[in-house]
T-cell receptor, first 111, second 117 residues
Framework: EDQVTQSPEALRLQEGESSSLNCSYT??????LFWYRQDPGKGPEFLFT???AGEEKEKERLKATLTKKESFLHITAPKPEDSATYLC????????????FGPGTSLSVIP | KAGVTQTPRYLIKTRGQQVTLSCSPI?????VSWYQQTPGQGLQFLFE???????NKGNFPGRFSGRQFSNSRSEMNVSTLELGDSALYLC????????????????FGPGTRLTVL
């Protein structure tokens, strides 16, 4: 069964303390992997798309990488405004094409 | 450029009733996908519409249905509401099919919060 997991479930960082979030997937026919950020009470906001192992994308303090079985979202010197839930999603080719979201990592950055 | 809009933002219904939610995609986007988000299950894919046709669907009962109009606006209907249908319903739009390869990133609306009593 196609599955996407994320770890840790929750992460608390001091401002400036760099860390990484993990997204692991067990799917057949992976077409792409997406990262989103979701603030409370809002819809997810698109961050990155990754298509092939070895690919990397960067945006401000965020850097996403992809291997054959997982993706990492590295956060360098985070600020309080980076606090949010980070979701990854995979685009899968099966009998029905679909997008599967992981459960998310809730990040809190403390000043 | 205006983002994805959803109406209404909040709804309260009772068991057995039906509800219709509306989504207007970003101008030029032809695909609309619907998701259900709950604390326990996370974001779950309901279905995707492109050019007025349902192209993909998730594992939800037939009580959940949708349609798309010629202007790409979409509606989702839930009939015979159950308590477990209480959730945030999100729609997302993309240029092409969100499930197809290519730069078809999805842009989400703010959601409709449905409460079933």
């Amino acid at each position: 069964e196609d599955q996407v997991t994320q770890s840790p479930e929750a992460l608390r960082l001091q401002e400036g303390e760099s860390s990484s979030l993990n997204c692991s997937y067990t799917v057949s026919g992976l077409r792409g992997l997406f990262w989103y950020r979701q603030d409370p009470g809002k819809g997810p906001e698109f961050l990155f798309t990754l298509y092939s192992a070895g690919e990397e994308k960067e945006k401000e303090r965020l850097k996403a990488t992809l291997t054959k079985k997982e993706s990492f979202l590295h956060i360098t010197a985070p600020k309080p405004e980076d606090s949010a839930t980070y979701l990854c999603a995979v685009q899968v080719k099966t009998s029905y094409d679909k997008v599967i979201f992981g459960p998310g990592t809730s990040l809190s950055v403390i000043p | 450029k205006a983002g994805v809009t959803q109406t209404p933002r909040y709804l309260i219904k009772t068991r057995g009733q039906q509800v219709t939610l509306s989504c207007s995609p970003i101008s030029g986007h032809r695909s609309v996908s619907w998701y259900q988000q709950t604390p326990g299950q996370g974001l779950q894919f309901l279905f995707e519409y492109f050019s007025e046709t349902q192209r993909n669907k998730g594992n939800f009962p037939g009580r959940f249905s949708g349609r798309q109009f010629s202007n790409s606006r979409s509606e989702m209907n839930v009939s015979t509401l159950e308590l477990g249908d209480s959730a945030l319903y999100l729609c997302a739009s993309s240029l092409g099919l969100a499930t197809s390869p290519g730069h078809n990133e999805q842009f989400f609306g703010p959601g409709t919060r449905l409460t079933v009593l």
